[in-house]
């Protein structure tokens, strides 16, 4: 193999062509471990079309990752399917007092359940409703997080001229794995990555090999 091949059809390990295959391919059609062009194939992909195991472009296929407009990978970025299924990241809620407290004038943070009924927003604990008036500020965001029913919250809570005031909210969500249908729709993403990983298996792995072993 040349260490540098420039043609139509280039073979090389640094490949310029329009049909370019290399460990660093550069073409309009270019495969190679490093590829970039209008189709890209190989580990390492950029291009129009872009499939490897990572893969950008303006349809990108990345066993490991892929960016897009349109795409499926590992993981990714732009308008791209993912195919590893994502349990998040867990959120530290903030130290909270009992609601004892609050009532008797202290300030902090109360656990809560939000909820909208026939009275407007409100709320409660233990399925009473509270005194606690919500802070017009937070009307919004408030009403968001009732639209699928009671919502459990952190509820910062002071006391002004006697009324009890909640000035911030703090929403918990659950996470993925917490979700319905999560290990149904795991198992539909963890099928198609399989299928993903044996089309680049089928379409690429060979010729990867075959510019390994020409080095």
Known sequence: MEFFSVGEQAHGFIAIGQQAKGVIAIGQM???????????????????????????????????HAVGMLGAGGRGAGIVLPLVPGVGRGRVPPESMPLEAAMRGETGWVVLDLFFDGHGLGLGHEGTRVPIKIDRRLQGDADALTVHGPARIWAFVRTIGGTRVCERIVHVPPRPFEKPNFYAFGAVQFALLCVLATAWWLVVGDEILGILASI
């Open 30 to 64: 270019a495969t190679g471990v490093v590829a970039i062009g209008q189709l890209a194939k190989g580990c390492f992909t950029i291009g129009q079309l872009a499939f490897g195991f990572v893969g950008w472009g303006q349809v990108g296929l990345g066993v490991l």
